[in-house]
């Protein structure tokens, strides 16, 4: 079947440091790699669409210098949270899609704690 | 305006009881409306899904009903166990942006033994 494998799951980090997540599909070919974040009130919010071989479309309030993203294949997409601040924390969703099947698979999440 | 609305933000039965979550929305261009399962600390997984094209799915204890016309659908959970207490997400999709989920706020669901 299809899996999603994120990690790391947590992390804490100092206000203004780094944090890199990476994401792994399993099973299915993930041609698309939607990044979400999910608040502490557990609302969702989509960052950005990652496509194999397509440029990489931001929401509005996301950008590239601040979520950096990577896409060099099929099965494996990373996301940085560069300068984290207390307004970045969350559970970072990793939902890969599965054209064949049209469906969205997350991965466990990646929590930002920011100290 | 919201786009995907859970009726409910908390709901409780008792074991062996039907649950039952309802979800509204609002664009028309949905057709792709995913229930998303999700336990403290872990990801929302995906549970059942219906496209609009149906008005029911069907998966073990787990059913979907929609109704197109009234843009409204809901998922009902059989026989409900201790174990099936999470949060319950209803979303939404258009074919032509399949990525862009629309997620409800959620139904946190307690099943009492």
């Known amino acids: 079947g299809a899996l999603v494998y994120q990690y790391p799951r947590r992390t804490i980090c100092k206000s203004g440091t780094s944090m890199r997540m990476e994401c792994q599909a399993v099973?299915?070919?993930?041609?698309?790699v939607a990044w979400y974040r999910q608040s502490p009130q557990k609302t969702f919010e989509l960052i950005a669409l990652s496509t194999v071989n397509s440029a990489i479309k931001y929401e509005q309030n996301f950008t590239q210098e601040k979520f950096p993203i990577s896409h060099p294949n099929l099965s494996f997409s990373s996301m940085t949270v560069l300068n984290a601040y207390l307004e970045d924390r969350g559970l970072y969703l990793c939902?890969?899609?599965?054209?064949?099947?049209?469906?969205?698979?997350f991965g466990e999440g990646s929590k930002l704690t920011v100290l | 305006q919201q786009q995907v609305r859970q009726s409910s933000q908390s709901l409780t039965v008792w074991e062996g009881e039907t649950a039952i979550l309802n979800c509204s929305y609002e664009n028309s261009a949905f057709d792709y409306f995913p229930w998303y399962q999700q336990f403290p600390g872990e990801g929302p997984a995906l549970l059942i899904a219906?496209?609009?094209?149906?008005d029911k799915k069907e998966d073990g204890r787990f059913t979907i009903f929609f109704n197109k016309r009234e843009k409204n659908l809901s998922l009902h959970i059989k026989d409900s166990q201790p174990g099936d207490s999470a949060t319950y997400f209803c979303?939404?999709?258009?074919?032509?942006?399949?990525?862009?989920?629309?997620f409800g706020k959620g139904t946190h669901l307690h099943v009492l033994p």
């Open positions: 099973g299915f070919q993930a041609t698309s």
């Open positions: 939902g890969a899609l599965d054209r064949e099947a049209g469906q969205l698979y």
């Open positions: 219906i496209r609009s094209v149906s």
């Open positions: 979303a939404a999709s258009a074919n032509t942006n399949a990525y862009k989920v629309i």
